[in-house]
Nanobody
Framework: QVELVESGGGSVQAGGSLRLSCAASGYTYSRDCMGWFRQAPGKEREGVAAICTRSANTYTAYYADSVKGRFTISQDNALKTVYLQMDSLRPGDTAMYYC?????????????????WGQGTQVTVSS
């Protein structure tokens, strides 16, 4: 059974940075995309960034407009880990951040396309 475990969340001031990690444990199945999503209290879960395999050693990254230029998604296949580097953080980025994986994705930033989820890590940005 594959599990995704997020880490790296915390509290920072606006303008600061955090790096989230998502480690896959157990048997790692072949997956199309790995994504980061977030959910703030009272709001729907939204896609933040995703990285999808296009061919051997070729990947495409996708970003929500709200984080373009500030967040960077990357992965280390040897470590079975996906990262989300978050810079220039804003109070509006405050949310629970979730890592997710899917073997078949149509819309990379759509939560419904993902079937394996981590437990989440909290990110709080103060002004």
């Amino acid at each position: 059974q594959v599990e995704l475990v997020e880490s790296g969340g915390g509290s920072v001031q606006a303008g600061g940075s955090l790096r989230l990690s998502c480690a896959a444990s157990g048997y790692t199945y072949s997956r199309d995309c790995m994504g980061w999503f977030r959910q703030a209290p009272g709001k729907e879960r939204e896609g933040v960034a995703a990285i999808c395999t296009r061919s051997a050693n070729t990947y495409t990254a996708y970003y929500a407009d709200s984080v373009k230029g500030r967040f960077t998604i990357s992965q280390d296949n040897a470590l079975k880990t996906v990262y989300l580097q978050m810079d220039s953080l804003r109070p509006g980025d405050t949310a629970m951040y979730y890592c997710a994986a899917s073997a078949l994705v149509s819309v990379p930033l759509r939560p419904a396309d993902y079937d394996l989820w981590g437990q989440g890590t909290q990110v709080t940005v103060s002004s």
